[in-house]
């Protein structure tokens, strides 16, 4: 049983993480990653991955709040400062040896990401995050997840041609 709802929940991750950079919006990508990285945070704590778990949580409602504050126009500097300390915490209230530090990182660079209203910007810092993420997933056996991370990799350079870098071509194509 334990088998089944970590392969669901990984499986939910996956389909959660990939949908959300294909929104050219803060809130779809924001919100999907919210949904993944609450389905996550059930996988990591069924693998028995404590770092992972918490920082997923944490990720929940970090994506929440920052959704709240850029959709009502409201800076979110000290939010991602406070997230970012909470994440530092955590990675030493959860070590789990130097691993610990591949979901740390990664969770302070999409902390940056997700403060922006920029989506170019989330994309590009997501790189590094889910560079990360592929790392510490093949040490916990996270199998759902490193298909999420790396699929979400290839969705996020596939959506960065989609919105960055296909109009600048458009543009440049009309203006001759």
């Not at 050219?24 to 028995?48: C, P, R, W």
């Not at 959709?71 to 959860?94: H, P």
């Amino acid at each position: 049983m334990i088998n089944i709802l970590i392969r669901v929940s990984g499986i939910l991750g996956l389909v959660l993480g990939v949908l959300a950079f294909q929104s050219n919006k803060h809130k779809g990508i924001v919100m999907a990653k919210m949904g993944s990285e609450a389905a996550f945070t059930v996988q990591y704590f069924l693998l028995d991955a404590p770092t992972g778990s918490i920082m997923n949580l944490i990720g929940v409602i970090r994506n929440f709040i920052f959704y709240k504050f850029v959709e009502k126009g409201k800076s979110t500097k000290i939010a991602m400062w406070v997230f970012c300390g909470i994440y530092f915490l955590s990675a030493i209230i959860t070590w789990e040896g130097p691993e610990s530090l591949l979901p740390l990182i990664g969770k302070l660079c999409s902390t940056v990401a997700y403060s922006l209203k920029n989506t170019r910007a989330i994309r590009i810092i997501n790189i590094p995050t889910l560079t990360m993420w592929i790392v510490y997933n093949i040490t916990c056996s996270a199998w759902e997840a490193l298909a999420a991370d790396t699929i979400s990799l290839v969705s996020v350079l596939i959506a960065m041609g989609r919105f960055d870098i296909a109009p600048y071509f458009k543009k440049k194509k009309a203006k001759q």
